[in-house]
């Protein structure tokens, strides 16, 4: 069965340092793979996507992914926090149909 | 217009009543996506349009709830006989093409409250 795992319900982190919000999947044949964001509030926004290519992919506001086939993950990276990074993230897959399969969720808490 | 659109913004009723919920889509956008969010259970995917045409429902929770796209543009979810179950926000998201690799514009969704 296809599905994207966040096994972290709540990332806490300091401001300035790294940030990093795991994400696997289990899906068959080549995912694309997706990363959105939900500040309180506001609706969900697009940050990034890996499609093919270089596995490392650049997003908005600073944030990086890296796509890893072998351990079938797709971490999303900040190198410095900011406290207005603190949201709800989601990673999310395509599979079959064009459906978008979402992960239960990360809420990010950047502590000033 | 300028995002997806979605109204009512909450919706307050009683339990077995119907409810309608729109979605008007980015003007050009031929995808159309409903999804239910509730606490801390993440996004659950509903239903799929591809223009006027629902290639995918399969994600719809029961018979009670039905979905609709008319002249490729908006979208009605509709929901009989509510159940308390049924409380959650209801997310509607267009994109350009339904290729799978597009990414998807979210409207800031509809409340719904069943009491």
């Known amino acids: 069965a296809q599905s994207v795992a966040q096994p972290e319900d709540q990332v806490n982190v300091a401001e300035g340092n790294p940030l990093t919000v795991k994400c696997t999947y289990s899906?068959?044949?080549?995912?694309?793979l997706f990363w959105y964001v939900q500040y309180p509030n506001r609706g969900l926004q697009f940050l990034l996507k890996?499609?093919?290519?270089?596995?490392l992919v650049k997003g908005s506001y600073g944030f990086e992914a890296e796509f890893n086939k072998s351990q079938t993950s797709f971490h999303l990276k900040k190198p410095s926090a900011l406290v207005s990074d603190s949201a709800l993230y989601f990673c999310?897959?395509?599979?079959?149909?064009?459906?978008?399969?979402f992960g239960k969720g990360n809420q990010v808490v950047v502590i000033p | 217009g300028a995002g997806v659109s979605q109204s009512p913004s909450n919706k307050v009723t009683e339990k077995g009543k119907d409810v309608e919920l729109r979605c008007d889509p980015i003007?050009?956008?031929?995808?159309l996506y409903w999804y239910r969010q509730s606490l801390g259970q993440g996004l659950e995917f509903l239903i799929y349009?591809?223009?006027?045409?629902?290639?995918?429902k399969s994600g719809l929770p029961s018979d009670r709830f039905s979905a609709e796209r008319t002249g490729g543009s908006v979208s009605t979810l509709t929901i009989q006989r509510t159940q308390q179950e049924d409380s959650a926000v209801y997310l509607c998201?267009?994109?350009?093409?339904?290729?799978?690799?597009?990414?998807?514009?979210f409207g800031s969704g509809t409340q719904l409250s069943v009491l």
């Open positions: 998201a267009s994109s350009l093409g339904s290729g799978g690799h597009e990414k998807l514009f």
């Open positions: 899906v068959s044949g080549n995912p694309y």
């Open positions: 890996y499609i093919t290519g270089d596995n």
């Open positions: 999310a897959v395509t599979y079959g149909n064009n459906r978008l399969a």
């Open positions: 003007s050009g956008h031929t995808a």
């Open positions: 349009f591809q223009g006027n045409s629902a290639p995918d």
